[in-house]
Nanobody, 128 residues
C-alpha cells in the first residue's frame, strides 16, 4: 500500500485548504484512515480520522474540531481533510495514515500505534 498526500501550500490566517490522500497498491480495505501533523520541533500529533466502512465514524482533535472535516471517497481510495479558518498554529507537515487491521478501539484512534502505512507528508503553512 502506498499513500500519496497532496494539497498543502501557503495560506493566510482564516483561509482554507483541502488535503487529499490517495491510496494505491494491493486491494485497499483499511479499517481507519487518519491525518496527523508535525510542526518543527514538535511531536507528531493526531488531527482527524475516519472509519472506512459502516457508519464512517469520525474523530477529531479538540484543536481542530469545528474547523476541519475529514471525508472519504471509497471509489477513489482517497481520504480528504478540509481545513477552514486556518490559524498560524496549524502550520505543520500533514501526514495521512492507514490502519489495515480491524478491531482498533476508539481509544487508540488518536495514537500512532494502529497505523501500518504512512504517506510522505504535505506542508501546510499559515501566515499571520
Amino acid at each position: 500500500v502506498q499513500l500519496q498526500a497532496s494539497g498543502g501550500g501557503l495560506v493566510q490566517t482564516g483561509g482554507s485548504l483541502t488535503l487529499s490522500c490517495a491510496a494505491s497498491g494491493r486491494t485497499f480495505r483499511p479499517n481507519i484512515m487518519a491525518w496527523f501533523r508535525q510542526a518543527p520541533g514538535a511531536e507528531r500529533e493526531f488531527v482527524a480520522a475516519i472509519r472506512w466502512s459502516g457508519s464512517s465514524s469520525t474523530y477529531y482533535a479538540d484543536s481542530v474540531k469545528g474547523r476541519f472535516t475529514v471525508s472519504r471517497d471509497n471509489g477513489k481510495n482517497t481520504v480528504y481533510l478540509r481545513m477552514n479558518r486556518l490559524k498560524p498554529e496549524d502550520t505543520a507537515v500533514y501526514y495521512c495514515a492507514a490502519d489495515i487491521d480491524s478491531g482498533t478501539p476508539p481509544s487508540r484512534v488518536a495514537t500512532t500505534i494502529p497505523y501500518e502505512y504512512w504517506g510522505q507528508g504535505t506542508l501546510v503553512t499559515v501566515s499571520s
